[in-house]
């Protein structure tokens, strides 16, 4: 049971290449949540899924797409790399329901990118 | 928008002390949950508080849910090195799916 899988864990980017980063969850979960984290921001919502073939914008979503074709992949894409995108990246699973631990998150290791 | 303070941001003491870490908001959330991340690595969950007033121990770890379910501390009774971490808050409000998560309390527990 790998649980979070994120791939891969380092990246440099120059400015103006995309890229795509995997997550990948074994636990069938519903919920898929992307963060960026940076010094003395905390953990910040980029894109989430309640589901496969939904998703929604976070809290800053600006130069990111996703797509939620299976429960268990969620891909984060990055259009056109900008200096100001240099961050670690997690992606994140919850079990979804009703249930009151329906949003407790499981993170992957992350991937730290830098775009030079 | 929901927003969760986290309170000291930075923290360094010596093996045996005690220390509480506070999480505080104007909101209401339906659960609170408390993480710990070393360096390199994701989050991992520690514990949910899900009721107002809400005690919970997990060995020297003493998490609590306040009344209104507002705010939450985490207490750590004789710290010790390993407890080394960045700590992470997190709000979930009621039909909300999503976390709202604190900035983090750094912690560094020296030897």
């Known amino acids: 049971n790998a649980g979070v899988t994120q791939t891969p864990k380092f990246q440099v980017l120059k400015t103006g290449q995309s890229m795509t980063l995997q997550c990948a969850q074994d636990?069938?979960?519903?919920?898929m949540s992307w963060y960026r984290q940076d010094p003395g921001m905390g953990l910040r919502l980029i894109h989430y899924s309640v589901g496969a073939g939904i998703t929604d914008q976070g809290e800053v979503p600006n130069g990111y797409n996703v797509s939620r074709s299976t429960t268990e992949d969620f891909p984060l894409r990055l259009l056109s790399a900008a200096p100001s995108q240099t961050s670690v990246y997690f992606c994140a699973s919850s079990p979804g329901g009703t249930l009151t631990w329906n949003t407790e998150a499981f993170f992957g290791q992350g991937t730290r990118l830098t775009v030079v | 928008t929901q927003l969760l303070e986290q309170s000291p941001q930075f923290l360094s003491i010596q093996e045996g002390e005690n220390l509480t870490v506070y999480c505080n908001s104007s909101?209401?959330?339906?659960?609170l949950q408390w993480y710990r991340q070393e360096p390199g690595e994701g989050p991992v969950l520690l514990v949910t508080v899900v009721t107002g007033g809400e005690v919970k121990k997990l060995k020297r770890l003493t998490f609590q849910f306040g009344d209104a379910r507002k705010d939450s501390s985490l207490h750590i009774t004789a710290a010790q090195p390993g407890d080394t971490g960045l700590y992470l808050c997190?709000?979930?409000?009621?039909?909300?799916?999503?976390?709202?998560f604190g900035k983090g309390t750094l912690l560094t527990v020296n030897p």
């Open positions: 909101s209401v959330f339906s659960s």
């Open positions: 997190a709000g979930a409000g009621g039909s909300n799916y999503k976390l709202t």
């Open positions: 636990m069938n979960h519903e919920y």
